[in-house]
């Protein structure tokens, strides 16, 4: 039966890669006939975002079946393949399929009003038989409760021996089965809600499924809340599909993804050795150099970091570094793509603040800067003071000769930069029709080096997939959770405590940057995007304070965890990609200045606010 499923599922996901290469192309064209030729479609525009709509949903059970569904796996990683297996078990039972099957209901009886509604667009001239699309809502989650029954079937094959499955069934049954006798809270069901969704995250659980599932969870056994209080989240995913913004997050990834298989970032980590590295720290330099431009082009870290693990490691160690100086070098500018635009996480701020990503791009270039300049700053004083951390290298080539190759290869990756994000700041184009043209040029870049191929397409198309699914199914999940989260009055207790318990907006901005980074080191920035931010947004309206300023110091807060041992994912990634030749111990040491850095341009932001508008509003 799993081999059917997975068959099915295995063709859904190359169409779905497929689309998203149409998806790409459809978006340049339309924004290419309204700007030049003043040729518009409401239709044309509607079918983006339905293809955008069939990328990511139908995506989730494709993703699931390949294990892209983002887990904190600190923990889960040393477990054994036994308790592996009972794990994704327990996740499919007790997460995936319950949350689905309620989904499903909603979902359907959202696609059933819709088609005896003979619901069509509200705009002239756009699509008719809305149901369809409400329908691909309800399909997705089919097949998603079909992949995990898949996964069920899969990893019981993988025990040896069901006792420890058996007995965990049990307890969760048990627990169950008294939760609803709706005995008296020994704690604040906030609380609760918390500390259950903090045991199974560290348990390896993935993230997105137990958001959803606590929510549903805590629903369903609060006797004032009732499982009516999602009823409209099948309307708010919906309201999701129909967010034109965040269809730039897969066209980014993508754009990212072929640049990276275009051996762009190869390329340019040698040029930027040879230039930089009759310098002390010079190869360390030309990471962050190359970091920077990855992160403009890119944005997709743990491709940076483990692309610069890959290359830049092994060349750094032979020419004596530091492996403390190296791995810091490597982890800390490969999440440059945090703040710098176009970043997946200032689009996501942008949604999920109500702000205009433009804006947000334009006012994290600053922020950006003064995070090199720090690292490179670091970086010279460091090898100037220790003689022997980070030796230059000689070389007998002519530099004028090495600085006219670095330039070469410089020159595309960096026009393509200016011509994406030029495009924002200067509003000729949204972030999603940037982010379009930024796709054909980058197929066009791997074109000019050589490396353009049906394989390159399919290996970047598929991960697009993957990833902006799992993004997607977060927000899904984190939907669900906020719905819970404040029926059960979290946001009104959150008001309280930040606008009566604190003395000013300072005190509110110093403790909510705490948090954040306290969270850090225990969740990602997607989960801490969709899960707390919207909790901060009203108290930061009733404050008065700047929401653009804010989200940037969210930003730069964010990446930091990244970094933050012991659940960075930089840091997995470097871990990873490097394997024997540093230890974590050095990794975890080599971050610890550059988390120092992080946090001083933090405070730098916060002293000098005006700094983010030089650039303008």
Known sequence: MNYYIDTLTKKIGFITAILALILALLVGYDATMRYLFSEGSIALQEIEWHIFDIVFLFGLSYALKHDKHVRVDIFFVNYSTQTKAVVQILSMIILVIPFSLFFLSGALDMTVQSYLQN????????????????????????LLVLQAISEIIKSYNKLASKKMLFISLGIVVLLFTL???????????????????????????????????????????????GLHVLQMLPYRVYGIMGNVTLMAVPLFILMGLILEKSKMAE??????????????????????????????????????????????LPLMLKHNYSPELATGAIASSGTLGQIIPPSIVLIVLG???HLSVGDLFKSAVVP???????????????????????PAIESD????????????????????IIAVLGSIFAGVASPTESASFGVIGALLLAGYNGQFSLKLLQYASIETVKLTSMIFMILIGATAFSLVFNELGGDVMAMEFFTNDMGSEWQFVLISMLVIFMLGFFIDFIEIAFV?????????????????????????????????PPFGFALFYLKGA??????????????????????????????????????GK
């Open 397 to 416: 080539e002519a530099y004028g000769k090495v600085v006219k190759k670095a330039l070469k290869l410089i020159a595309p990756p960096l026009l393509l």
């Open 532 to 564: 707390v931010v919207p909790i901060l947004v009203p108290i930061v309206h009733a404050l008065g304070i700047d929401p653009v300023w804010f989200a940037i110091l969210i930003a730069l807060n964010l990446q930091a965890s990244f970094l933050t």
């Open 351 to 353: 949604d999920q603040m």
């Open 267 to 312: 390329d340019l980590l040698f040029s930027m050795g040879q230039l930089f590295g009759r310098v002390r720290g010079g190869l360390a330099i030309s990471v962050v150099v190359v970091g920077a431009i990855l992160a403009a082009s890119t944005g997709i870290v743990g491709a940076s970091v483990v692309m610069m693990s890959l290359i830049a």
């Open 368 to 390: 950006g800067l003064i995070l090199i300049i720090l690292y490179i700053l670091y970086i010279l004083l460091y090898a100037h003071f220790n003689k022997n951390v980070a």
């Open 578 to 615: 490097s394997g024997n030749m540093v230890t974590t111990g050095q990794i975890y040491r080599g971050v610890l200045p550059f988390i120092g850095l992080q946090i001083l341009a933090l405070l730098i932001i916060v002293m000098f606010p005006n700094l983010i508008y030089i650039f």
């Open 119 to 142: 619901e069509i667009s509200s705009d002239p001239g756009g699509l008719t038989n809305r149901f369809l699309i409400k329908g691909v809502l309800f399909l997705a989650f089919i």
């Open 179 to 225: 939760s609803l006798l709706h005995l008296p809270f020994l704690l604040d069901p906030l609380l609760l809600m918390f500390l259950l969704t903090l045991f199974l995250l560290m348990s390896g659980f993935q993230v997105a499924f137990v958001f959803a599932g606590v929510a549903l969870f805590f629903a369903l056994i609060s006797e004032e809340l």
